[in-house]
C-alpha cells in the first residue's frame, strides 16, 4: 500500500474530510489531495504532523511496517 492511500485510509477511519486534516495540520486541501493521490509527498515536517494526527509512527505511514 502507497504512503497515499495509507494516508487516506487512516483519514476515513477517523470520518474526517480532506478540508478538516488540511485545517488541523496547517495546509491547503488540494496538497492533503496531493498527498492522499501520491501526486506529491509530503516533507517530513507534515509527515510528523500526520503521523501526530492519525497516532501512527511516520515510519509506519512510510512503509507500512
Known sequence: MSLGKRLKSLRKERKLRQYEV??????????VSKHENDKSE????????????????????????
Open 22 to 31: 488540511a485545517k488541523i495540520i496547517g495546509i491547503d486541501e488540494t496538497t
Open 42 to 65: 509530503p516533507d517530513s515536517v507534515t509527515l510528523e504532523k500526520y503521523s501526530s494526527l492519525y497516532s501512527v509512527n511516520v515510519h509506519w505511514l512510510l512503509y507500512g511496517e
